[in-house]
């Protein structure tokens, strides 16, 4: 069962699931909580092997899959019998929260996703090759300190390259190329999605300056009717840390217009 924490309101209000992004945990969202906690109820959750669910998992042996760190997901709305939800994601979370949607379809009202990742250009792909050849002579820290400086390369994205750094310390090493290798499951299953458009209300929420992910974001949003596009402006790939209340204005406004009120 992986670790979580919930805030409820009531049976009356819509839940709001947050799922972060690997290296990551339940903490990145502490900006959004007090927001979100006025108007829904709340899931926080840490993903397998992050944060605290990493002590409380059973062994799990092999490699992981989208799928199975998605089935994670579900099993856990299950257990505290949420039918169905809001999702909001940071980065690898929102590969989670579209196959969620893709497996589980009714469980999911709406999607919010931040600095969402919906392919890999070459500069990534390069980044991931060199990450498999450096992780069996590097200490995964110092190529999470690289990735993460690529990604979020400007003086003001300092606080998301801390924030992640801070939380990815409590990965082991197992557990960190565990999660490195499903990089390599990116490009094949956007593509398979990028195929199967879903009728389910969906914000993209972008910083301007998140120059790996924003153009694929742009491409997918003019096709696809029920996807709608907000940029940030000033912010790299972690906007919910560097442009809080930007993030939670329009994602809770997002999110509003989608809850039908009893």
Not at 11 to 17: A, C, G, R, Y
Not at 68 to 77: C, G, M, P
Request: aromatic share 10%; proline share 3%.
């Amino acid at each position: 069962m992986l670790y979580h924490k919930t805030f409820e309101l009531g049976p009356e209000h819509d839940w709001v699931v947050f799922v972060h992004g690997a290296g990551g945990s339940s903490n990145i969202w502490f900006k959004q909580l007090k927001a979100y906690r006025a108007h829904f109820n709340v899931l926080l959750l840490d993903l397998r092997g992050h944060g605290q669910s990493h002590q409380l998992q059973q062994v799990v042996k092999g490699q992981y899959s989208f799928r199975a760190v998605t089935e994670d997901i579900l099993r856990l709305l299950d257990h505290l019998r949420i039918p169905s939800a809001h999702f909001v994601g940071i980065s690898l979370g929102t590969i989670l929260i579209r196959h969620l949607a893709e497996i589980g379809s009714e469980r999911v009202k709406s999607m919010v996703l931040g600095g969402a990742i919906l392919r890999l250009d070459i500069r990534s792909r390069v980044l991931v090759q060199l990450g498999r050849v450096g992780q069996h002579i590097l200490p995964y820290m110092w190529l999470y300190r690289l990735f993460a400086f690529i990604i979020m390369p400007r003086q003001h994205h300092q606080e998301s390259r801390n924030l992640f750094v801070r939380e990815a310390r409590k990965l082991c090493q197992k557990e960190f190329k565990r999660w490195f290798r499903l990089a390599t499951e990116v490009n094949p299953l956007m593509r398979y999605f990028k195929e199967r458009a879903l009728a389910i209300p969906t914000l993209y929420l972008m910083g301007e300056e998140d120059h790996m992910f924003l153009a694929p974001v742009r491409e997918q949003v003019a096709r696809d009717p029920y996807s709608q596009l907000a940029i940030i402006e000033n912010c790299g790939h972690v906007c919910n840390v560097e442009q809080p209340e930007h993030f939670n204005r329009q994602s809770l406004a997002f999110i509003s217009s989608q809850t039908v009120v009893a």
